[in-house]
């Protein structure tokens, strides 16, 4: 409704909203009757009671607004005589609004990113401490004894307090959406012809997204196929991403897995909007792979193995050796931070070096995906003879051993198949119970060894490097 007056519209949040009004004195008439049409066209759409304030400063009319009803006309000039008797907790309404709550989609303003910086509750609750009971008593505290005292955060709210702008409007941009829909005369068939037909919709969008400094986070792809029905894929983008090849090429990479059972005759795409990505390399790192890169590999992977069976490994709640969970893969946004080398130093100090002390040397216990049977000579309940079948694995007489450490779990999934803590286990489709033992060969070799104690089979897990 407030684009109905101004174009300069920005939605701080769900019930704080500032629009720009200079200029409409030829359309709608002075600020009193902009104010009062603003109203009066609220209670027409049934948006309940509305208060406006009008002044020459936002926070001005944003204070106004929020503590007095109905329409607040202040004269340039007097924003602080005018603000000077509202209590202090009035400017609590600046205080930082949670993402979730957000109108706003765009980045962060210059603005919004200062009042975060002073959106401190804890500094309001001191200056009540204090005594500051009104906003005129905050303006009126010097400037040079309370940056003294709590820092910037303090001039930031006395600036608030005096009714004066942080910083400009920036006007809310307007939710976008970014879809486009192909019709076709024929039906077609097959990924080549429907490779063409995303091409002319992809570009159009694409371009549409760098003008407005925008990358598609999620993709749906909806075909309409001549029964009637709907084929429907949606692609999660690792990262922000605009390049028009790139997203046609993992739309058919998923489609060779995923084909349409029946011709096509209308294609629609629709792109899930974020902020454009902005990357600043290191000259001191090595540089992360592109986004655009690391989606098509996995497309292709996924196209390959499996959608289920390409990702990124994440730990699950549970003791069964080896369990993990597959997880899609996302670019990470953090990096290690770097330690500058220090101005004066005699000598240059390596990078590496700088990053901290080295870390003592500790063992690695590589496991293998899937056990390796193995012959075991047992004598007095220990191993002494560990033999494998395995190329490049080497047996022998055991030197040492430690163990065995008995681990059993998902007994309700224990079924009667041979070796069933081998590989069966593994897979989550039994439980395991087996003893486990490290054993040392004469040759060098370190094994993590177990025997399942269903079967009495013997496996070699892990190799220590």
Same mark, same amino acid.
């Given at each position: 409704?407030?684009?109905?007056?101004?174009?300069?519209?920005?939605?701080?949040?769900?019930?704080?909203?500032?629009?720009?009004?200079?200029?409409?004195?030829?359309?709608?008439?002075?600020?009193?009757?902009?104010?009062?049409?603003?109203?009066?066209?609220?209670?027409?759409?049934?948006?309940?009671?509305?208060?406006?304030?009008?002044?020459?400063?936002?926070?001005?009319?944003?204070?106004?607004?929020?503590?007095?009803?109905?329409?607040?006309?202040?004269?340039?000039?007097?924003?602080?005589?005018?603000?000077?008797?509202?209590?202090?907790?009035?400017?609590?309404?600046?205080?930082?609004?949670?993402?979730?709550?957000?109108?706003?989609?765009?980045?962060?303003?210059?603005?919004?990113?200062?009042?975060?910086?002073?959106?401190?509750?804890?500094?309001?609750?001191?200056?009540?401490?204090?005594?500051?009971?009104?906003?005129?008593?905050?303006?009126?505290?010097?400037?040079?004894?309370?940056?003294?005292?709590?820092?910037?955060?303090?001039?930031?709210?006395?600036?608030?307090?005096?009714?004066?702008?942080?910083?400009?409007?920036?006007?809310?941009?307007?939710?976008?959406?970014?879809?486009?829909?192909?019709?076709?005369?024929?039906?077609?068939?097959?990924?080549?012809?429907?490779?063409?037909?995303?091409?002319?919709?992809?570009?159009?969008?694409?371009?549409?997204?760098?003008?407005?400094?925008?990358?598609?986070?999620?993709?749906?792809? /909806?075909?309409?196929?001549?029964?009637?029905?709907? /084929?429907?894929?949606?692609?999660?983008?690792?990262?922000?991403?605009?390049?028009?090849?790139?997203?046609?090429?993992?739309?058919?990479?998923?489609?060779?897995?995923?084909?349409?059972?029946?011709?096509?005759?209308?294609?629609?795409?629709?792109?899930?909007?974020?902020?454009?990505?902005?990357?600043?390399?290191?000259?001191?790192?090595?540089?992360?792979?592109?986004?655009?890169?690391?989606?098509?590999?996995?497309?292709?992977?996924?196209?390959?193995?499996?959608?289920?069976?390409?990702?990124?490994?994440?730990?699950?709640?549970?003791?069964?050796?080896?369990?993990?969970?597959?997880?899609?893969?996302?670019?990470?946004?953090?990096?290690?931070?770097?330690?500058?080398?220090?101005?004066?130093?005699?000598?240059?100090?390596?990078?590496?070096?700088?990053?901290?002390?080295?870390?003592?040397?500790?063992?690695?216990?590589?496991?293998?995906?899937?056990?390796?049977?193995?012959?075991?000579?047992?004598?007095?309940?220990?191993?002494?003879?560990?033999?494998?079948?395995?190329?490049?694995?080497?047996?022998?007489?055991?030197?040492?051993?430690?163990?065995?450490?008995?681990?059993?779990?998902?007994?309700?999934?224990?079924?009667?198949?041979?070796?069933?803590?081998?590989?069966?286990?593994?897979?989550?489709?039994?439980?395991?119970?087996?003893?486990?033992?490290?054993?040392?060969?004469?040759?060098?070799?370190?094994?993590?060894?177990?025997?399942?104690?269903?079967?009495?089979?013997?496996?070699?897990?892990?190799?220590?490097?």
């Amino acid at each position: 409704m407030a684009r109905l007056f101004s174009p300069r519209v920005d939605a701080r949040s769900e019930t704080v909203i500032t629009l720009e009004v200079n200029g409409l004195t030829r359309l709608f008439g002075d600020d009193k009757a902009v104010a009062d049409q603003l109203c009066r066209a609220a209670a027409d759409a049934g948006l309940g009671p509305v208060h406006v304030g009008v002044a020459a400063t936002r926070t001005t009319a944003i204070l106004c607004a929020a503590a007095r009803a109905g329409v607040t006309v202040v004269p340039a000039g007097e924003e602080a005589a005018v603000l000077a008797p509202l209590p202090l907790r009035m400017l609590e309404v600046f205080l930082p609004i949670p993402a979730s709550r957000s109108p706003r989609r765009s980045p962060a303003t210059l603005e919004e990113r200062s009042l975060a910086k002073a959106g401190n509750p804890s500094i309001l609750s001191v200056l009540s401490r204090w005594g500051v009971r009104t906003l005129g008593q905050l303006a009126a505290l010097p400037a040079i004894e309370l940056s003294g005292r709590i820092g910037q955060e303090g001039l930031r709210w006395r600036a608030l307090a005096r009714g004066e702008d942080i910083g400009p409007l920036v006007p809310t941009r307007e939710d976008e959406s970014f879809d486009a829909t192909t019709e076709l005369e024929w039906p077609i068939e097959g990924l080549e012809p429907l490779s063409f037909v995303l091409g002319g919709v992809l570009d159009p969008l694409c371009q549409r997204l760098e003008r407005r400094d925008r990358g598609a986070a999620v993709l749906h792809l /909806h075909l309409r196929l001549v029964t009637k029905d709907t /084929h429907t894929r949606t692609l999660q983008l690792p990262g922000a991403m605009r390049d028009a090849k790139v997203l046609r090429t993992l739309l058919l990479l998923d489609l060779e897995s995923h084909q349409p059972p029946a011709g096509v005759d209308r294609v629609t795409v629709v792109i899930d909007p974020t902020p454009g990505r902005i990357v600043q390399e290191s000259l001191l790192t090595r540089a992360l792979p592109a986004p655009e890169q690391v989606s098509t590999l996995l497309a292709r992977l996924g196209a390959l193995m499996g959608d289920t069976r390409c990702g990124s490994p994440a730990l699950v709640d549970s003791h069964r050796p080896g369990a993990f969970a597959m997880v899609p893969f996302r670019v990470p946004e953090t990096r290690t931070p770097l330690v500058a080398p220090q101005v004066g130093a005699r000598h240059a100090v390596p990078l590496r070096r700088s990053l901290g002390s080295p870390r003592p040397p500790t063992a690695c216990l590589r496991r293998f995906r899937f056990p390796i049977p193995a012959r075991v000579l047992i004598d007095h309940n220990r191993p002494i003879v560990v033999n494998t079948d395995r190329p490049g694995l080497s047996g022998g007489r055991v030197h040492a051993c430690a163990g065995p450490w008995r681990t059993s779990g998902e007994w309700w999934k224990t079924t009667k198949t041979q070796g069933a803590s081998g590989v069966e286990a593994l897979r989550g489709l039994a439980g395991w119970n087996r003893d486990e033992w490290d054993v040392a060969l004469g040759d060098g070799g370190l094994y993590r060894i177990f025997e399942d104690r269903d079967s009495g089979r013997w496996f070699v897990e892990a190799v220590v490097d």
